[in-house]
C-alpha cells in the first residue's frame, strides 16, 4: 500500500522534518565541511522551506548582518558626551571628587546615568557615587547683652514702642524704664547679634557666695511686638557648690520663626545676673548645601512662573526671591520633561516683608522629589503675582570616587540621552577605612549642546548606524515579499 501524499499546505512542515531527522543524525564533521548553506538547510524547519533558504540564503545572511550592527557598535567614548571635564590624581589610588554644579546643569537623566569616567586610552573606569558626609561643628559660646525690664510688670509684656533699637535689629535702650521696688525682676535678653538659635542660656547670678533657688518663665519674640511663652517655667538653684545656672531653650527649636529677643522673668528675691552667655548645639555646616538661582518667567495672567532649569540637581529644598514686599498663596510644583504632568511638591504662603527687626520672610520649601528639570510656581489666591520671583534651588553635591587606573589624565563625561544608563557605576562598595586621594580639575574642559559633536562636524557614527538599520528594513521587505509570491505559485 502505497503512502499517501501528504496535504496541501503541509510541504512546509514535511520537508522541515526531513531536514530536522537529517540534522540530527549528521556526524558533525559533514555539517563543517558542506559549510553554511547545509546548515541554513537544517534550520530549514523552523524558518521556511529549503527551496526558499537555498534561493535567499545570501539574502538571510545580509539581513542578519545588518540587524547585528547595533550590537556591534563602539563602546561610548568622551566625545559621545556633551561635556567633559580633566582630571589628574595619585596614580593607584581611590580619587575623589565633589560633583561640580556644571555637571549637574549639563546631565541628561536626573539618575545620574548619563556620568561617566574614561582612562588616557579612553576606555570606561568604574566607579561610585555616594552622598557627601554631613560636616557637623558646634558654634561657640556667646556673651549676650540683656537690660532690665519694668519689674512691676511681669505680666505685661513689652511692644516695639517701648524699646529703642538700632538698625541691625540690636536694642538700645529701655524707654520710660519705671521699676517698682520688690517687684518680681524681669529681663530683656537680646538675641539679634548672634547667627545661631542657642540651645541653652547660661546666667551667672550675683549671689555672692549665698545659696538661692527660684524659678523662671520665658518668653520669645522675632519682632519685640508678638510674644509667645514657653511651656513650663525652669529652676536655678545654687546649694554648697552645687549650682543649676542653665535656662534650656530647646522649644526655640520648635518655633517656625527666628527668635531674636527672650523675656525672663524670676521669682521675687532672686539675685540679679552678672552676665549671660548662649550656648548651641552640634549642627550641619551651611557650607555642606550649594544654592543656585534661575531666572523665571511668568505667564499672560501673571498666574503662573516657570523656571527651565538646564540639568538635574539634587535639590532637598527650594526658595523664591521675591522683588519687593508681598505675600501669595502658592503651589510649588515641578515634572521631569515637558511631556510629563505637572507634580505638586509643597505648597504654603510666599511672603516678604520689612519689619523693625529686619527682613521677615518665609522658610524654604521642603520638597518631596527634587530632581526636575522644569518648574512652576502657581498663586492660589484670587491676587496674581507683581513680578516674577526668581527660584532659588538649595542643593547637597554628591562624590564620585573612582580607582585610578593607568597613566591620567582622567576624563568626567556627562550629558548622553544615547549610552547605556548606569545609576551607581560599577565599583564594589567601598570600606569603611578605605583611604580617598583628592581628584583634582586641570581646568580643561568643554561642553556642547549638540551631543558631544562640535558645531559644524558630522557625528558619522550615527549617521553609519540609522543607515545600516534603513538599508536592513528594505532587504526584509523585499524578502517578505519574494516569499509571498513564491508560496502563492
Not at 552622598?131 to 525690664?149: A, G, H
Amino acid at each position: 500500500m502505497g503512502r499517501s501524499p501528504p496535504p496541501a499546505g503541509s510541504g512546509i512542515n514535511t520537508e522541515g522534518r526531513k531536514n530536522m531527522r537529517k540534522f540530527f543524525s549528521q556526524p558533525r564533521t559533514e555539517g563543517r565541511h558542506r559549510g553554511t548553506k547545509l546548515n541554513i538547510q537544517y534550520f530549514s524547519f523552523i524558518f521556511v522551506p529549503s527551496c526558499l533558504c537555498e534561493r535567499y540564503s545570501r539574502v538571510i545572511f545580509l539581513l542578519l548582518f545588518l540587524l547585528s550592527s547595533p550590537l556591534w557598535a563602539d563602546d561610548p567614548k568622551p566625545g559621545d558626551f556633551d561635556g567633559a571635564m580633566v582630571l589628574t590624581g595619585r596614580e593607584g589610588s581611590l580619587l575623589m571628587l565633589e560633583i561640580p554644579a556644571e555637571v549637574y546643569q549639563g546631565l541628561k537623566r536626573p539618575d545620574l546615568g548619563d556620568l561617566r569616567i574614561f582612562d588616557a586610552a579612553e576606555m570606561p573606569v568604574p566607579y561610585t557615587i555616594r552622598d557627601r558626609p554631613t560636616e557637623l561643628f558646634t558654634p561657640p559660646p556667646e556673651e549676650i547683652s540683656f537690660f532690665v525690664w519694668d519689674g512691676g510688670r511681669e505680666n505685661n509684656l513689652p511692644s516695639d514702642t517701648d524699646i529703642e533699637i538700632n538698625t541691625a535689629g540690636g536694642v538700645v535702650r529701655i524707654k520710660n524704664q519705671n521699676n517698682s521696688p520688690g517687684s518680681s525682676p524681669v529681663y530683656l535678653a537680646d538675641l539679634s547679634r548672634i547667627n545661631f538659635v542657642p540651645s541653652s542660656l547660661r546666667i551667672q547670678m550675683d549671689n555672692r557666695g549665698n545659696n538661692f533657688n527660684t524659678t523662671v518663665s520665658v518668653h520669645y519674640s522675632g519682632d519685640l511686638s508678638a510674644w509667645r511663652s514657653f511651656s513650663r517655667r525652669q529652676t536655678l538653684a545654687s546649694f554648697g557648690g552645687t549650682v543649676q545656672d542653665s535656662v534650656d531653650l530647646s522649644e526655640l527649636h520648635e518655633s517656625n520663626r527666628t527668635s531674636r529677643y527672650l523675656l525672663l522673668s524670676f521669682d521675687r528675691g532672686t539675685p540679679p545676673p552678672l552676665a549671660m552667655t548662649a550656648f548651641f548645639s552640634e549642627r550641619e555646616n551651611a557650607a555642606t548645601y550649594h544654592e543656585t538661582v534661575i531666572k523665571g518667567k511668568i505667564s499672560s495672567d501673571r498666574k503662573k512662573v516657570n523656571f527651565d532649569v538646564e540639568g538635574f540637581y539634587p535639590a532637598d529644598s527650594v526658595d523664591f526671591i521675591l522683588a519687593e514686599a508681598d505675600s501669595v498663596p502658592v503651589l510649588v510644583k515641578n515634572r521631569l520633561n515637558e511631556k510629563d504632568e505637572w507634580s505638586v511638591q509643597a505648597g504654603g504662603i510666599l511672603f516678604r516683608y520689612n519689619s523693625a527687626s529686619g527682613i521677615e520672610k518665609n522658610e524654604p520649601f521642603e520638597l518631596r522629589r527634587g530632581r526636575a528639570a522644569f518648574w512652576e510656581l502657581e498663586a492660589t489666591g484670587e491676587l496674581p503675582f507683581s513680578a516674577a520671583p526668581d527660584l532659588l534651588i538649595r542643593w547637597k553635591p554628591r562624590e564620585i570616587i573612582f580607582p585610578a587606573r593607568g597613566k591620567g589624565p582622567w576624563t568626567l563625561a556627562y550629558g548622553s540621552l544615547d549610552c547605556v544608563p548606569l545609576a551607581q557605576g560599577e565599583l564594589l562598595p567601598l570600606s569603611k577605612d578605605a583611604e580617598l586621594a583628592a581628584a583634582v580639575f586641570t581646568g580643561e574642559s568643554r561642553y556642547l549642546r549638540s551631543g558631544g559633536v562640535p558645531p559644524g562636524e558630522r557625528n558619522y557614527r550615527i549617521y553609519f548606524l540609522w543607515a545600516f538599520l534603513g538599508a536592513a528594513t528594505i532587504v526584509l521587505t523585499i524578502l517578505a515579499y519574494n516569499i509571498a509570491k513564491s508560496m502563492r505559485k
